[in-house]
């Protein structure tokens, strides 16, 4: 494989592992920063089309801290919906529960009603920077038994 091949190739594993790196960083942070739990005022139910035949759950709510209240939303990952009924059933089914707020310590205007580690996201960072490593390692290894022969 020539040099200009080896170059792209590892720049476009390099961009990909940066990429999938800086996604699990920013799912870190997010796990992270939400350091404290305070319960929901009032917490309203409702679902968004994504895709064709694709919806997600969004839910607004407000909490009280120390004498101020707060207003959030959080657009609610996987499981996705199929159709509309299912995830407005699903909606109302969450409209009667009680909830608690992931706030941050520090600036209690960052919140969320959930707080997922980004196993997935770790994982494909991971994945990506082993592969990185993998083909720097290959271009070493051949430039050195080149020099051999």
């Known amino acids: 494989m020539s040099k200009a091949l080896w170059r792209i190739l590892l720049l476009v594993v390099a961009a990909v592992a940066l990429w999938r790196g800086a996604l699990a960083g920013n799912g870190l942070l997010d796990y992270f920063r939400l350091d404290a739990r305070v319960p929901a005022l009032e917490t309203k139910w409702e679902q968004i089309q994504?895709?064709?035949?694709k919806y997600a759950l969004v839910s607004r709510y407000t909490y009280r801290l120390r004498g101020k209240e707060y207003f959030g939303i959080t657009r609610w990952g996987k499981p996705y919906y199929l159709n509309e009924l299912s995830a407005q059933a699903e909606a109302e089914r969450r409209e009667g529960e009680t909830w608690k707020v992931w706030i941050n310590r520090e600036?209690?205007?960052i919140s969320s009603l959930q707080r997922a580690f980004p196993y997935m996201d770790l994982f494909y960072a991971l994945s990506s920077l082993g592969i990185l490593g993998y083909f720097a390692f290959l271009k070493l290894h051949l430039a050195r038994i080149s020099n051999r022969i």
């Open 50 to 53: 994504l895709g064709q035949a």
């Open 107 to 109: 600036n209690y205007k």
